[in-house]
């Protein structure tokens, strides 16, 4: 069984970081995606961010050239660095397997979609305070 835990959330000021991580547990796909959605108070969960196995990766337009993911070393953690915050960024992040050969911004809108509720973990809570 695939196990995901997310940390690392906090409240920061605007303009400031933070990296949030993601352990997991149970990998044996031969590919896969670790991927990052947020969901703000009152809005649809979205797609942030993906990474494959092979270092395939999507950002939404909204955090590129501000988020960046990497995996730990050759251990099953990734690393969502989180730079030039703000406000808008303020949410419940949450990580996720996706097992895909390719990241793309339609399969995380599917992802996100049809997923349910009770299929996410209990994510981080990034607040980024104006």
């Known amino acids: 069984e695939v196990q995901l835990v997310e940390s690392g959330g906090g409240l920061v000021q605007a303009g400031g970081s933070l990296r949030l991580s993601c352990a997991a547990s149970?990998?044996?796909?031969?590919?896969?995606?670790i991927t990052w959605f947020r969901q703000a108070p009152g809005k649809e969960r979205e797609g942030v961010s993906c990474?494959?196995?092979?270092?395939?990766?999507y950002y939404v337009d909204s955090v590129k050239g501000r988020f960046t993911m990497s995996r730990v070393n050759a251990e099953d953690t990734w690393h969502l660095q989180m730079d030039n915050l703000n406000p808008e960024d303020t949410a419940i992040y949450y990580c996720?397997?996706?097992?895909?050969?390719?990241?793309?911004?339609?399969?995380?809108?599917?992802?996100?979609?049809?997923?349910?509720?009770?299929?996410w973990g209990q994510g981080t809570q990034v607040t980024v305070s104006s």
């Open positions: 996720a397997l996706m097992v895909t050969t390719i990241c793309t911004g339609d399969n995380l809108d599917v992802m996100a979609r049809v997923r349910g509720p009770g299929a």
């Open positions: 149970g990998l044996t796909f031969p590919d896969y995606a």
């Open positions: 990474i494959t196995n092979r270092d395939d990766t």
